[in-house]
């Protein structure tokens, strides 16, 4: 009996994590931190529509040396699209985000935030965001180490900058930026998991 209640509760994990295709064309294999220190940067990816709503969007953030991003704000878009370029977007939803997560490569944390935007009528979409650099020593994007020829990047204090700016491999940067769509919620995975356990103890 113990064993069947805790098979119940990871399914009900697994089912509640399911909601949603989720969108990631990084390897989550850690390469650098990029940035313009002293000034801003635009940095987004491009995404080919699988799943019409958009739940969420997260970025892994990167480093600032002389301190933490943490408490800072920077802004972010959706702009739905029809194809892998940056030349032809139309603004889905976008807004201000104070940073709650840094340094990704050393926490692995990515800062999550709720979006539902519909999706439908695009065949791509990007999700972009930007930050200003006040200390000198902040590169806020962080990359991973595959080439999926979808990321884009522009030196420039705001989303819609994106639109003139250019593949970062053309910036001698070849990578893929962490920014991800439909991320599942850790914190409801964990809790269906506590109270599985807490379960098995009361039965023992």
Request: charged share 10%.
């Amino acid at each position: 009996m113990k064993n069947m209640t805790l098979a119940g509760a990871a399914v009900l994990c697994l089912a509640g994590a399911a909601v949603a295709d989720v969108y990631q064309i990084d390897n989550d294999e850690a390469l650098t931190n990029i940035g313009v220190p002293g000034g801003p940067i635009t940095w987004g990816n491009a995404f080919e529509t699988t799943d019409t709503m958009l739940e969420n969007i997260a970025f892994g953030l990167g480093i600032n040396q002389g301190g933490t991003m943490v408490g800072s704000e920077m802004a972010w878009e959706v702009f739905g699209s029809q194809q892998n370029n940056p030349s032809f977007l139309t603004s889905l939803g976008g807004g201000l985000h104070t940073i709650e997560n840094d340094q990704y490569w050393e926490n692995g944390n990515l800062d999550v935030i709720d979006v539902n935007i519909d999706l439908s009528g695009y065949s791509w979409f990007f999700i972009v965001g930007s930050y200003n650099d006040t200390t000198g020593t902040t590169f806020a994007a962080a990359q991973a180490s595959n080439v999926t020829l979808q990321s884009w990047a522009a030196v420039a204090p705001n989303p819609i900058d994106i639109a003139g700016g250019a593949l970062i491999d053309d910036f001698g940067l070849p990578g893929t930026w962490v920014i991800r769509g439909n991320v599942p919620a850790p914190g409801a995975i964990c809790l269906l998991g506590l109270a599985g356990l807490a379960g098995r103890r009361r039965r023992g």
